[in-house]
Nanobody, 123 residues
């Protein structure tokens, strides 16, 4: 089993930056893809970014492409989402998920989820 914990949420001004981390513990961590999803109040959860087990391939939603960067350090069992050029519409609860050999945008393929961390961007 894999346990997922997010950290690093908070507040930022538009144009600013935040870095989220996703720490995962448990067996076979390196066989899991990791992804970030977000959900704003009154909206459906949406995919943000995913990274494969080795960190050699990433996939981004069009809304964050060029602004967010996802990386992972398997020695530390941690993935990092660097968020730059933040916009008010990035405000949401961000959740990390782990999926066995999967890192794309279908949430049904993720087996383990963290509780989420709030990101608030002011204009």
């Amino acid at each position: 089993q894999v346990q997922v914990v997010e950290a690093g949420g908070g507040m930022a001004q538009a144009g600013g930056s935040l870095r989220l981390s996703c720490s995962a513990t448990g067996r076979s961590f390196t066989t899991y893809g990791l992804a970030w999803f977000r959900q704003a109040p009154g909206k459906e959860r949406e995919f943000v970014a995913g990274i494969n087990w080795s960190g050699t391939s990433t996939y981004y939603a069009n809304s964050v492409k060029g602004r967010f960067t996802l990386s992972r350090d398997n020695a530390a069992n941690t993935a990092y989402l660097q968020m730059d050029s933040l916009k008010p519409e990035d405000t949401a609860v961000y959740s990390c998920a782990a999926g066995h050999l999967y890192y794309r945008d279908n949430s049904e393929y993720y087996d383990y989820w963290g509780r989420g961390t709030q990101v608030t961007v002011s204009a």
